[in-house]
């Protein structure tokens, strides 16, 4: 996951720094807290300056956005035979990303995506992250199968 990324979700979801991304557990104020969650405060609890905070993500928004799995399956497929069928070989991606999560980080990731699509301005974020994921996905798959891009 990103730098900032567990402790600053754990910040607006609990305002204050659990013990770990399994602590984390989504409740009916996840919204209220998000809302009132400062960038310092996602700062003090990842143990960065605001600045810090910023250099990674343009706005607070963008922390509950960002998430590594995307990179993961994309170089998963990027090792996926050449002439396996595309569906195939992003289904084996998938499977692949799957196996790197740890349980605490897939309790984790599923609670960031909950919170992320409870919030109306965060859920149309979330829809142009997919917008990109599928981009770079394929992009990824045409340079596993030498096909140009249009």
Do not use: H
């Not at 979700?9 to 919204?31: F, L, N, T």
């Amino acid at each position: 996951m990103g730098y900032p990324l567990k402790a600053s979700v754990c910040a607006i979801e609990r305002r204050s720094r659990p013990a770990s991304p399994s602590d984390m557990k989504p409740c009916g104020s996840s919204k209220r807290r998000y809302a009132n969650t400062t960038v310092e405060q996602v700062a003090e609890a990842a143990e960065v300056s605001p600045s810090t905070v910023f250099l990674y993500f343009p706005s607070k928004e963008m922390v509950l956005m960002a998430n590594d799995l995307d990179l993961v399956t994309i170089e998963a497929l990027g090792q996926q035979p050449r002439d396996m069928p595309s569906l195939q070989a992003f289904r084996r991606a998938l499977e692949i990303t799957m196996t790197t999560l740890s349980e605490d980080e897939w309790r984790f990731e599923r609670a960031r995506l909950k919170l992320v699509l409870s919030i109306p301005e965060l859920k149309a974020a979330q829809f142009d992250e997919y917008r990109r994921t599928v981009a770079m996905l394929t992009e990824a798959d045409c340079r596993r199968t030498r096909t140009p891009t249009r």
